[in-house]
């Protein structure tokens, strides 16, 4: 991992591209794109069109995917055929008992997985919960802190703290890039976003890894802004545990189901927080005592919600034939491709990058600081380009490789071009949620 | 709350009803029910017919309600118009922000609870965690204990220990009939189920709550067996935590998202142990420190699951213009007049009822021990009468009064007459989750 700085300055857009049109590139770059074909999977408006001036484009994957074509349907029958006529014979007859682990099985190549180590259910945050004091109670016993990612999702750290008030720990915000200085034999574990939710920086999750396994403590990952947009590696990398969403880039829909990942070797450590009935070894023994079921069902906790986590997986089928590795490097042309754009269309000076451009150390978002983001991004919203906008002066545009093209970068870029050269007297406030 | 001591002997059967036509009984049992046009709400098979020797029972509503005819169509559209097309725009234009306090509102009145006091969002046993931690610290600093109903589901128990462990406390299990005179200065709180999951057995709330209350200990209550099927009265009885499941009498579906009620004069004092972002007092402040929502919304731990939800928003439209009252007479009427069949119908000795025959001590089903309950079981579920089975045991019969008729009531027992009349040679387990 590149020990570039990224400062604002140094991070800054390039010059202009000058008179290249960048409309026929991104249409030679779409025509040579091998994920082309898995934009069909999805629903989406149609594409834009510079004649027309129609601009509909999407670029706010990172909050919430586009519906995936396959789910309508799925969740049309689960409801109508396996709820509605087999009823309670569908916990066995449907499968509806094991979905959490058969779901957690599918998400798991595009996170560095083996079978059997990512199980579904629960929101992230409960999912933080469970990693956060699973790892502490995993953690050897002179352990004092959990280190929290200074720049995190603030849900990671409100939860981080309530695990530490709970079980007589202390917490300790850190740079990421500051974990492998700061860690001492005192640490249990760190708590670090892979992609930061704001700038779209992607942390080091093997160097950050290794330092923490070096110090004798866990690393537990929040993969909210990663999975489904570049490679993971957990088990390669020797991740304790990881959560994640499954609604941004692995498009599951609003508030789908998170997901919790245990390296195999620390599964029969793991001690839930949350030892509900559908984590012990036999449910219907009904047993008063509990007993923790093996591997990684010992992550669950109550009934599974099943609409939602068969829409999921009915999500998952987009990535039928996709390779992580390849949609990383569509991610990686599209945010070039876009800064380049920007580059080209905005004036200079009215806006600057906040995300590395350093490709090892990117995600798949770029976020642009402006003044009057808000208003700024509620105009791109009424001109159909759908990115969102983080206080106090942030847009984010995420790029989902299995639909997002290089026409829509470019139109987005265009159409910002347009905004920020002549700012408009608009209202404030956008919608949006999920980090 | 009567006195009456409920043991199986004192529960038992009643005597043959002789040559009365019980079949007749039901036909005009349901003519007459004021709640006979609440079937057509729901997906169910054709009504049990004598003549073709076809059954099609559900009395597994106690585990998983039917299916109501307004859930598919909404889901749809949410599917199709609200993330399909709106995408991100939903969260504020179609209500999906709110979603888990206005579906709260929903429930409040079948629960006895005014606007502003339930929230609804993660599993069952994600709630009672946080309804016993954030009991506990309500409670007075010198409490050391928790008291479990000793004959609860075993996922209470087994959260309840959990949220013990972690804020350094002890349970205690005691008999619910024990409670008043077990609680000592020293007891945080008691976790109670209001009908119990195996008997069916309905355990005196206001009493129980009365008496904690005197000795300065809080409520709390697990409504999954009792919320639908009969009157709560949470507010009337000065609950203080309450918790509970959709997916039975509610009908909400697989897995349904479940709700937490927290009396409005103590939301000011809960603190949750799962502070996740979206109980913040402004969410898109993304502010590094916590501070609690006002009201319910402190309830709220992170994104909420929008297709479950709002599936359930749709199944609690099977409620409209229905009283609790009226679904507790008919619920009381159902299971009086089972028992009546299957006193009739099932050759005498060969199961007994585990159900108090006490209308004030009886929730919404009716248990029969018997030899060899889960060959019987499935047998019965050949034969399309559809209960569910707990070891070693014991067969459920549960009772939705808003979708179970008295031909229903009567089919099963006859069904179950043949049945047991004559054992038949088959392989035992059955499908069933949910308590």
Same mark, same amino acid.
């Given at each position: 991992?590149?020990?570039?700085?990224?400062?604002?300055?140094?991070?800054?857009?390039?010059?202009?591209?000058?008179?290249?049109?960048?409309?026929?590139?991104?249409?030679?770059?779409?025509?040579?794109?091998?994920?082309?074909?898995?934009?069909?999977?999805?629903?989406?408006?149609?594409?834009?069109?510079?004649?027309?001036?129609?601009?509909?484009?999407?670029?706010?994957? @990172?909050?919430?995917?586009?519906?995936?074509?396959?789910?309508?349907?799925?969740? &049309?029958?689960?409801?109508?055929?396996?709820?509605?006529?087999?009823?309670?014979?569908?916990?066995?007859?449907?499968?509806?008992?094991?979905?959490?682990?058969?779901?957690?099985?599918?998400?798991?190549?595009?996170?560095?997985?083996?079978?059997?180590?990512?199980?579904?259910?629960?929101?992230?945050?409960?999912?933080?919960?469970?990693?956060?004091?699973?790892?502490?109670?995993?953690?050897?016993?002179?352990?004092?802190?959990?280190?929290?990612?200074?720049?995190?999702?603030?849900?990671?750290?409100?939860?981080?703290?309530?695990?530490?008030?709970?079980?007589?720990?202390?917490?300790?915000?850190?740079?990421? &890039?500051?974990?492998?200085?700061?860690?001492?034999?005192?640490?249990?574990?760190?708590?670090?976003?892979?992609?930061?939710?704001?700038?779209?920086?992607?942390?080091?999750?093997?160097?950050?890894?290794?330092?923490?396994?070096?110090?004798?403590?866990?690393?537990?990952?929040?993969?909210?802004?990663?999975?489904?947009?570049?490679?993971?590696?957990?088990?390669?990398?020797?991740?304790?545990?990881?959560?994640?969403?499954?609604?941004?880039?692995? @498009?599951?829909?609003?508030?789908?189901?998170?997901? !919790?990942?245990?390296?195999?070797?620390?599964?029969?450590?793991?001690?839930?927080?949350?030892?509900?009935?559908?984590?012990?070894?036999?449910?219907?023994?009904?047993?008063?005592?509990?007993?923790?079921?093996?591997?990684?069902?010992?992550?669950?906790?109550?009934?599974?919600?099943?609409?939602?986590?068969?829409?999921?997986?009915?999500?998952?089928?987009?990535?039928?034939?996709?390779?992580?590795?390849?949609?990383?490097?569509?991610?990686?042309? !599209?945010?070039?491709?876009?800064?380049?754009?920007?580059?080209?269309?905005?004036?200079?000076?009215?806006?600057?990058?906040?995300?590395?451009?350093?490709?090892?150390?990117?995600?798949?978002?770029?976020? !642009?600081?402006?003044?009057?983001?808000?208003?700024?991004?509620?105009?791109?919203?009424?001109?159909?380009?759908?990115?969102?906008?983080?206080?106090?002066?942030?847009?984010?545009?995420?790029?989902?490789?299995?639909?997002?093209?290089?026409?829509?970068?470019?139109?987005?870029?265009?159409?910002?071009?347009?905004?920020?050269?002549?700012?408009?007297?608009?209202?404030?406030?956008?919608?949006?949620?999920?980090?």
């Amino acid at each position: 991992m590149s020990e570039t700085p990224d400062s604002p300055a140094e991070t800054g857009l390039r010059a202009p591209s000058g008179a290249r049109d960048m409309a026929s590139r991104a249409a030679e770059l779409d025509a040579a794109d091998p994920l082309a074909h898995t934009r069909d999977r999805f629903v989406l408006d149609a594409a834009p069109d510079h004649a027309s001036g129609d601009a509909s484009v999407y670029l706010d994957g @990172n909050s919430l995917g586009a519906l995936p074509r396959a789910v309508a349907g799925r969740v &049309a029958d689960v409801i109508a055929r396996e709820w509605g006529e087999l009823r309670i014979r569908s916990w066995t007859e449907s499968g509806w008992w094991t979905a959490p682990e058969r779901v957690g099985d599918k998400i798991a190549p595009l996170i560095g997985a083996a079978p059997g180590r990512v199980v579904v259910g629960d929101s992230t945050s409960v999912n933080l919960f469970k990693a956060v004091v699973g790892g502490v109670r995993m953690a050897g016993k002179g352990c004092t802190e959990i280190l929290v990612d200074a720049t995190t999702f603030p849900t990671d750290g409100y939860i981080a703290r309530s695990a530490a008030r709970m079980t007589g720990l202390a917490v300790r915000p850190v740079e990421p &890039a500051r974990i492998a200085d700061e860690v001492t034999e005192r640490t249990a574990l760190a708590l670090v976003n892979h992609v930061d939710y704001r700038t779209g920086r992607l942390n080091d999750l093997p160097g950050i890894t290794h330092a923490l396994h070096s110090a004798g403590a866990l690393a537990v990952w929040d993969l909210c802004h990663s999975a489904g947009a570049l490679p993971v590696g957990l088990d390669a990398h020797h991740v304790d545990l990881a959560v994640g969403c499954t609604y941004k880039y692995l @498009n599951g829909g609003p508030g789908a189901p998170a997901y !919790l990942y245990i390296r195999e070797s620390l599964q029969e450590r793991f001690e839930s927080p949350l030892p509900g009935w559908n984590s012990h070894t036999d449910p219907f023994a009904m047993d008063p005592a509990y007993a923790p079921a093996e591997g990684i069902a010992r992550g669950r906790v109550g009934t599974p919600d099943i609409l939602s986590l068969l829409a999921l997986e009915a999500a998952l089928e987009a990535w039928d034939g996709v390779s992580i590795e390849a949609v990383r490097t569509k991610s990686l042309a !599209l945010t070039d491709f876009f800064l380049e754009c920007v580059s080209a269309y905005v004036p200079p000076g009215r806006a600057r990058s906040v995300t590395p451009y350093d490709h090892q150390r990117r995600g798949s978002q770029v976020s !642009l600081e402006c003044p009057r983001a808000g208003e700024v991004m509620d105009e791109l919203i009424r001109r159909g380009v759908v990115g969102d906008f983080r206080r106090p002066d942030v847009l984010r545009f995420g790029f989902t490789p299995l639909y997002t093209s290089f026409a829509d970068a470019e139109r987005a870029a265009w159409v910002l071009g347009e905004v920020l050269g002549a700012l408009p007297e608009v209202g404030s406030g956008t919608a949006g949620t999920g980090g």
